[in-house]
């Protein structure tokens, strides 16, 4: 399973920003996706995760904030992470994997917000 994650950069507190990963390989099987957060020092805490039937359920501050749909292609399926209202807590490294069981970590796409 090949994960690449873009769409990061800077935002200012308050702001918004959209995150897109785009999944391929062997993925015909995997049902259900996820958005991670890391902060440095800290483990990768779930953020978002959708089901291909387009199911989403959110963690925490996610709630209200943050949208994930998934589009589904043949040889390839596309996340995105919309986010609104984004405060100096979403700064992180914001990472895609297959849910429950993560495949290999992609490199993933840094977020930082700041005024």
């Known amino acids: 399973v090949q994960l690449q994650a873009f769409g990061g950069g800077l935002v200012q507190p308050g702001g918004s920003l959209t995150l897109t990963c785009v999944v391929s390989g062997d993925i015909a099987e995997i049902y259900s996706w996820s958005w991670y957060r890391q902060t440095p020092g800290e483990d990768r805490e779930l953020v978002a995760r959708v089901h291909i039937s387009d199911n989403a359920v959110y963690e925490g501050t996610a709630k209200g904030r943050f949208t994930v749909t998934i589009s589904r292609g043949n040889t390839k399926n596309t996340l995105s992470l919309q986010m609104k209202s984004l405060n100096t807590a979403d700064t992180g490294i914001y990472y895609c994997?297959?849910?429950?069981?993560?495949?290999?970590w992609g490199k993933g796409t840094l977020v930082t917000v700041s005024s």
């Open positions: 994997n297959s849910c429950p069981i993560p495949r290999d």
